[in-house]
């Protein structure tokens, strides 16, 4: 396979970082990858285990000779990592993420790098509630779908670049525009999390008769709420990043559980199995059930 840059500087080694890290390796689309990030006991797991060649905690050594950059990190820092990685960056190198929010993102990316070199929006649509170095996975993004999200000044020959990265490490590559991106992903994976997230502060500070509910949880609470356990810095980031669709997204929310809430105070049998009928065969359409 075409090799896509000579050496790779991963920004931010956890979960998404380090798994591209291993399976751009396992597919010889890079040839050294440098670790970069905050916390050097993740650093040092990652190169344990052979994600990375080298461990730089300062930015003129983590940029050296590096024609590619990935920042994996939340995206809240995506702005002040490539202002601190900037000024050591040789002419012409790509800056690219893998963030869940892309217009804001974008911007900021594009402010923070300047003339320095091209900058590509990516979004895997792959993780897990697992993160740090210990969780990567050679196969994470295989079959997954990734979204880049070029603008009017995305230089056509990084696009391809970028798109030959993660199409080299299995992933279903689309593009899409950066605010339509952000409208979907609202919907489909931010407010599931926010949802999660309210369902579990709203049990856990229940009390019955006195009573905290842990003990009575089941696996369908399990299962509506395990993307809940995920690093509350990385979604609280994503929340204020794309504030404007996420809320609209919460308000359709609001007004499906209103006529839920109303079907159930009234009584109606058929509104309840128009809202309940229809969410079984929707999800059910998605597949994906054992």
Known sequence: MTRVADRMLVAGVGLIGGSLALAARDAGLVGEIIGFGRTRANLEVAAQRGLIDRIATEPAVAMAGVDLVLL???VGSCGAVA???????????????AGSV?????????????????????HPIAGSEAYGAGAARVDLFRGRLCVLTP?????????????????GVGAVVEELAPASHDAILARVSHLPHMVAAALVTAVTQARVDGRPLDSFVGSGFRDSTRIAASRAELWRDI??????????????????????ADAIA??????????LGGAERGRRALGGLS
């Open 83 to 97: 202002s601190a990685l900037r000024p050591h960056a040789r002419a012409g190198t790509i800056l690219t993420d």
């Open 266 to 275: 009234r009584d109606d049998v058929a509104a309840l199995d128009q809202l």
């Open 239 to 260: 929340a204020r990043a794309n504030a404007a669709a996420l809320g609209l997204a919460i308000d359709e929310f609001r007004q499906v559980l209103d006529l839920l």
């Open 102 to 122: 892309k217009a804001l993102v974008v911007d900021v990316m594009e402010q923070a790098w300047g003339a320095a070199g091209p900058v590509v929006g990516a």
């Open 151 to 167: 603008n009017p000044q995305t230089d056509r020959r990084a696009l391809q670049t970028v798109r030959a990265l993660w199409e």
């Open 72 to 74: 994996a990190t939340p």
